[in-house]
């Protein structure tokens, strides 16, 4: 009810801002493919695509959105006249086998996680995955809701966001994480640019290719994978690409994207890591040793011991105009040490939320099996993930399911080895359509936005080495 009356407060401000800033040429899709890109690089990347890239279901508009690893495109889906976000990642099981091996890993972790957390209402819908044509696949073109906006846009859009904008967004983000914690996933890249907006203020996350279950029992493993954005990530990773992971570097990159709402600039801007951990205590304060002490790179240990003490600055005479309570939220969201960082259960119980107390979830989050990512501890090939992927076509696809059983059951009776995974190389898919032609003709068109894998290509604020 609350949330009703404030969208309806709220959306004629932001749709004001889309449709003024909307380039002439691009009514109908408001302002986000006119500001997002030079219209030179869209017209380049739109002219070299074809509608048909990716099947006749859909028919392919534009290019809405470029990140590390993978083009966002806006279709029609002339299945049920709806449009749709389709994230094309090209060439994931090519290159370097242990690398090919490690960025398929990511994309099929994306995958199945946005499977688990399907019934949230808070992350972005995957709606379908489009059928490779065969199992030799190299492309996967996953199909998303349409979102109007990324928050990086919102925020750079709209200078006169309000009071009630700020805390909605924030609510969102937060009953977002609360479900993800809960079912025990930390998200790990979040970002403005990995936060989606439509204009009535539904906010949802998205991008989930770093994200990881994390179950108590795992919770010493250490995962090696993290290439985050630095600006938004917590102090205790800052120069560790190796650590053991708690939620709480999620509730500090909600609390830098808070704090660039309220600031319109990101907070902490750091050049590199060492640099991002002198910005973090100017502001914050030289944190105690026991806090030093959970700083998981030594190096950034011993360089946060010998800094000279700084009290740190009051937050609420930076953000001067903004109620005291979301300062008093901020604050605890940025809290150096991850003990003392409020949870995003506790902070949807903020005062600062008080007027949307009613609209706290009451979803359970989805109990997820440990057999669902059992495969991570085995050293599987990139062929074997590939099937593994394929697995996750099949549950958007339950005709080719069928007939993928059918199969099945005729090779475990004709043979007398069982696969582990599925049959191979069948070239049989009769009914996915004629994707993989029109993916290596899409190919061709927009080669340049290959799969780095890298997660270093478009952020210049992303670390790329350890320099610490
Ligand atoms: N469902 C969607 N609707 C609208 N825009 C989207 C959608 N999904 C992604 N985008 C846009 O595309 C960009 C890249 O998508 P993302 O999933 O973050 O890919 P990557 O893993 O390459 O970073 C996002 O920052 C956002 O601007
Ligand atoms: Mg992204």
């Known amino acids: ?213 994390a179950s108590a029992e795992d919770s010493s493993e250490f995962w090696t994978d993290y290439v985050a954005t630095r600006w938004y990530r917590a102090p205790e990773l800052c120069g560790s690409f190796s650590a053991a992971y708690t939620p709480q570097v999620d509730i500090w990159s909600i609390g830098c994207i808070f704090a660039e709402m309220l600031l319109r600039r990101p907070l902490f801007m750091g050049r590199d890591v060492v640099h991002q951990l002198q910005l973090i205590t100017d502001v914050m304060g030289t944190p105690p040793p026991e806090s030093i002490a959970k700083v998981h790179n030594p190096k950034a240990r011993a360089f946060l011991a010998s800094m000279p003490k700084k009290s740190g600055i009051s937050l609420q005479r930076v953000l001067h105009k903004t109620e005291p309570a979301a300062v008093d939220l901020l604050r605890r969201m940025l809290a150096f040490d991850p003990d003392n960082r409020i949870t995003a259960a506790e902070a949807l119980r903020h005062p600062y939320f008080h007027s949307l107390c009613d609209m706290v979830a009451n979803q359970a989050p989805p109990k997820i099996s440990g057999q669902e990512f059992a495969y991570e501890k085995a050293n599987l090939q990139v062929d074997d993930i590939r099937e593994l992927m394929w697995l996750e076509v099949l549950e958007y696809h339950p005709q080719l399911q069928k007939a993928q059983e059918a199969r099945s059951l005729l090779a475990s009776c004709t043979s007398t080895h069982n696969l582990q995974f599925m049959q191979r190389k069948s070239s049989d898919a009769s009914s996915s359509g004629s994707f993989s032609a029109h993916m290596r003709r899409g190919m061709t068109f927009y080669s340049d936005t290959g799969f780095s894998g890298d997660g270093e290509q478009c952020n210049a604020e992303t670390d790329t080495s350890c320099t610490l």
């Open 1 to 213: 009810m609350v949330a009703k009356k404030l969208n309806e407060n709220t959306k004629w401000l932001v749709w004001y801002r889309i449709s003024a800033l909307a380039s002439p040429g691009f009514s109908d899709t408001k302002f986000r493919a006119g500001n997002r890109y030079a219209p030179f690089f869209l017209f380049a990347l739109g002219s070299m695509i074809s509608q048909d890239t990716f099947g006749p279901r859909y028919q392919v508009l534009e290019v809405i959105g470029k990140g590390s690893y993978g083009t966002v495109f806006k279709a029609l889906d002339n299945a049920d006249g709806q449009l749709v976000a389709i994230k094309h990642i090209k060439g994931m099981f090519q290159g370097a086998s242990t690398k090919a091996a490690a960025d398929a890993q990511r994309v099929l972790r994306e995958i199945k996680l946005l499977r688990l957390l399907r019934e949230s209402q808070d992350v972005v819908q995957l709606k379908s995955i489009v059928a490779p044509e065969g199992r030799e696949y190299h492309d996967i073109a996953l199909v998303f809701e349409l979102m109007e906006a990324d928050l990086h846009e919102v925020i750079k859009l709209n200078s006169d966001l309000q009071p009630d904008h700020h805390r909605w967004f924030l609510f969102q983000m937060l009953r977002s994480l609360d479900y993800m914690h809960q079912a025990n996933i930390l998200h790990r890249d979040l970002k403005p640019q990995n936060i989606l907006v439509n204009a009535d203020c539904t906010l949802k996350i998205c991008d989930l290719g770093l994200a990881r279950t």
